[in-house]
């Protein structure tokens, strides 16, 4: 836990400053989830924003402090499931969608000014999206809160209010999906090579 | 390149995963995310506020118009209804009286 139960026990009585507490200890790793879920550096912060939003609007009714992580990332898992459902991903990005920053990362790649471990990274993080962006938003966001964010089974658990057993069976498919999907894109060599170059 | 069996396959994409999560590391948070976090909360508070207002007008008003409703069904009034100085038989029989053939004068004329 980042704040003490008792500060979110605070705000859940309407207190501001430990509401604020609250954002401040968790807006920088709810964003980070957000940026892996949605890929669209643009819109993170304003998908957090709605993330905390309902969050205050929602504190009341949290049962205890102890369940607040997995409640937290519940909100943040229907903000980005909402958020990608809105914005149907496409798997060519072209330059008028590129973000302000990409347009400058791309430039600057362009130019030559990146270095070669930038470079990677992008490309690791193009292929990855490109296979996530495959499958369905629910595989998508499972597959990256287990994989990528690294949550446990039982962290999934108190999540998604299913049983461990149901959660293997669901990440088992959305698995097989992911490598379905892109063994049918033909495994683009250059991003896997990038990939297993960074691995 | 093909991917061998199902193993390497797994292993790959765990592989790629977790070079997923360090070619994204958490981004940096603006410096106007709060500001505009808590102007975003006053707004719907403003918005619930108005929204709990109108329906708490609305819900008054259907109150009373029912109770209108119910005083105008429930008071008697004059006796301007036919239900209320006649029984059924006699409101149809004035109903139908100047529509059905005067059989008796018809059977006459027939004879």
């Known amino acids: 836990m980042l704040v003490d139960f008792e500060i979110i026990k605070r705000a859940q009585a309407g207190d ?54 997995p409640w937290l990332y519940r909100l943040t ?49 193009e292929a990855v999206d490109a296979m996530l962006s495959a499958v369905s938003e629910a595989d998508r966001i499972l597959l990256t809160l287990k994989e990528v964010e690294g949550l446990s089974l039982k962290e999934l658990e108190k999540i998604y209010r299913v049983k461990e057993n149901a959660l293997k069976v669901r990440l088992f498919r959305a698995r097989q999906r992911v490598l379905k999907a892109f063994g049918e894109a033909g495994n683009e060599p250059s991003a896997k090579g990038a990939a297993k170059a960074e691995i | 390149m093909k991917w061998t069996n199902r193993g390497n396959e797994n292993a790959e994409l765990d592989a790629m995963f977790r070079a997923y999560r360090d070619a994204c590391p958490d981004p940096d948070v603006s410096a106007n995310f709060m500001p505009e976090l808590w102007r975003r909360i006053d707004e719907r508070q403003r918005s619930v506020f108005f929204m709990g207002r109108w329906a708490r007008a609305l819900v008054t008003a259907a109150a009373v118009l029912s109770l209108g409703m119910a005083a105008y069904l429930y008071i008697p009034r004059g006796s301007t209804s036919v239900f209320a100085v006649e029984s059924y038989v006699e409101a149809l029989a004035a109903g139908h009286g100047q529509d059905s053939p005067n059989l008796p004068e018809q059977a006459a004329d027939e004879l």
Do not use: C, W
């Open chain 1, 77 to 125: 898992v229907n903000a980005a499931y909402d958020y990608l459902r809105k914005h149907r991903r496409r798997m060519e990005s072209r330059m008028s969608d590129l973000s302000e920053q990409q347009v400058v990362l791309a430039d600057a790649m362009a130019g030559g000014r990146v270095d070669h471990e930038v470079r990677q990274r992008k490309q690791i993080a």
């Open chain 1, 16 to 69: 501001a400053p430990a509401f604020n507490e609250i954002v401040l200890a968790y807006r920088k790793r709810t964003l980070g989830t957000i940026a892996r879920l949605i890929s669209r550096p643009e819109d993170v912060e304003d998908v957090g924003q709605e993330v905390f939003l309902r969050l205050y609007f929602s504190l009341d009714q949290l049962r205890t402090a102890e369940v607040f992580e």
